[in-house]
């Protein structure tokens, strides 16, 4: 409360004498004229103990609560984004390396081929079954890796969400919210990485 409302409410009380008359007479004690003075230094006392407890006390201590919330919140904020870049670079990484094992493998068979080749007719067929099998393997467990790939990110990206997040706020956090939102940036992102 401003002091420029409480002179106002001062000077209104003032103004007021006549109907105050008029109510004393009428059996309010309240308004009798002996108790005014009384009752104006308990009203000041107490509007002003109120004021300044709000103003020096309460007001400054829920500012500051709001500030530091708002740090907290920009601080998380950018340690998320940190994390996903870093998820970004480390699938961009297992990419490449699916990839330089895809052709290593190729080559492996392609040798492996090669020096078939070299051993007698009779054992060509065997061999290339044999060879077609080993590749059907190598291709079925690639693409098993690419299939657990992004649940294996996603489990990975929310622990050290949990984790960050945990050591930012300094309280447990919800894992079902940090899964919810790493479900959502891996169905949205997760098609130009993983082709789906």
Known sequence: MSKKIFFQLLIFN??????????????????????????????????????????????????????????????????????????????????????????????????????????????????DKQIDNEIKKVEDEINQLLKDAPSKINKIAIDTVSVLTQKLIGAEVNNSSITAIVEDLSKRDGDKYYGN
Do not use: C, H
Not at 41 to 70: C, D, H, M, Q
Not at 87 to 108: G, R, T, V
């Open 14 to 127: 003032f103004l007021a004498i006549k109907k105050v008359f008029a109510a004393e007479s009428g059996g309010m004690p309240q308004l009798n004229p002996e108790f005014w003075v009384s009752q104006i230094f308990w009203l000041t006392l107490t509007f002003g103990i109120l004021y300044v407890v709000l103003s020096k006390i309460i007001l400054p201590k829920i500012g500051a609560n709001l500030e530091f919330r708002k740090s907290q919140i920009s601080d998380n904020i950018e340690a998320a984004d940190n994390q996903r870049e870093q998820s970004e670079a480390k699938l961009k990484e297992y990419d490449e390396i699916i990839f330089k094992s895809k052709i290593e493998a190729k080559n492996i068979l392609n040798q492996a081929r090669e020096k078939a080749f070299k051993d007698i007719n009779a054992k060509k067929e065997v061999l």
